[in-house]
């Protein structure tokens, strides 16, 4: 037989939304169990430098402010645990969630702050030199290739404007687009085509991203001429896209067509009572740990609000 657990507050995730839910959630008693899943700690543990999340003046490393993250809720009385959520069912009260396919929760509120994936190209090179020169994030990133020249991946509204966002930093932004055109809005399209330090290159292809310890060049091909060039570079942006981590909740909750969970908005309520989203899963515009922190934190406060209006707690 199944092993059952009954909680009043189960939060998913363990990225900065996670962390900070269960934070919130712990100092207002409401003994949160939290499960950290395939990534625990989240997206940050894959980068180097973060210099943009306030209170480090001198930056962290993304996996050291995870483990400060993971430390506070843990000190705040959250129960962190392994494991990943595996099925849902959110047709009924309490919700149920089952870990690893075995352990059912019922819970009378649930977080979800499963965050989202950044979509790579799948070189050896982009993953080996991940964080000292390749990113898949201009406004996190962008800041560290002031001067530099830089290439980015991607044809649609994100990469446009991540494209314009690097070109008011970086010298030359060499933008790489696979077919003769490029899917974003027309007025994205014309606001990079207007800058005068985006160079775009159509029809091109990215075959490896070059250097040792650092990047210094993409090796690329025109797929019309199969012409073969180096750009010289210093950095190199990947923007094909994000795919949030909602699989699991797939015909149980409301979803936009890429994925993102709904939330309602100014709130993280969801369409379903008791449920609440935070983060990257329901945020396909900012995508920043400060964002996701903040959106933890409404989070646990809505859950505790909607917990305390039924008695619960
Ligand atoms: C390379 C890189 C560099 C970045 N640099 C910066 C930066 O400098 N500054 C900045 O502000 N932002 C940066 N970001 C963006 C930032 O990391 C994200 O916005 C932030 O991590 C989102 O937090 P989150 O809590 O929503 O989700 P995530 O960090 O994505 O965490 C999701 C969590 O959910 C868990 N999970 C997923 N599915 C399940 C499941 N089924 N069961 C249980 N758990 C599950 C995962 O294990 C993980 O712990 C960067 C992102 C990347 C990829």
């Not at 003769?180 to 207007?194: E, T």
């Not at 570079?233 to 699991?248: M, R, T």
């Amino acid at each position: 037989m199944e092993a059952t657990e009954r909680v009043h507050c189960l939060i998913i995730g363990s990225g900065p939304a996670g962390y900070t839910a269960a934070i919130y959630a712990a100092r207002a008693n409401l003994k949160p169990v939290l499960y950290q899943g395939i990534q625990p700690g989240g997206q940050l543990t894959i980068t180097t430098e973060v210099e943009n999340y306030p209170g480090y003046p001198d930056g962290v490393q993304g996996p050291q402010m995870m483990v400060d993250f993971e430390k506070q809720a843990a000190r705040m009385g959250a129960d962190i645990r392994y494991g990943i959520a595996t099925k849902v069912d959110f047709s009924s009260l309490p919700h149920k969630v089952w870990i690893d396919d075995e352990k059912l929760i019922e819970a009378d509120s649930v977080i979800i702050s499963t965050g989202a994936s950044a979509k790579w190209l799948g070189l050896e090179s982009e993953q080996r030199l991940n964080g000292y020169g390749v990113s898949a994030c201009a406004v996190c990133d962008g800041f560290f290739f002031r001067g530099k020249e830089v290439a980015i991946v991607g044809a649609g509204d994100t990469a446009c404007e991540e494209a314009i966002y690097l070109s008011k930093l970086c010298t030359t932004v060499h933008m790489l687009i696979r077919k003769d055109a490029m899917r974003a809005s027309k007025i994205m399209q014309d606001r990079v085509l207007k800058a005068p330090n985006i160079r775009v290159y159509w029809n091109t292809e990215t075959l490896e991203i070059l250097g040792d310890q650092k990047v210094h060049a993409v090796k690329v091909k025109n797929n019309q001429s199969g012409e073969v060039a180096e750009i010289p570079i210093q950095g190199f942006f990947v923007a094909i896209g994000h795919q949030p981590n909602s699989d699991i909740f797939k015909g149980m909750i409301e979803m936009d067509e890429a994925g993102y969970i709904k939330t309602i908005p100014g709130t993280s309520k969801t369409n379903l009572e008791g449920v609440f989203a935070a983060g990257d899963v329901q945020d396909k515009h900012y995508r920043q740990a400060v964002t996701a922190a903040g959106s933890g934190c409404m989070a646990a406060l809505d859950a505790e609000r909607y917990l305390s209006a039924k008695g619960i707690v």
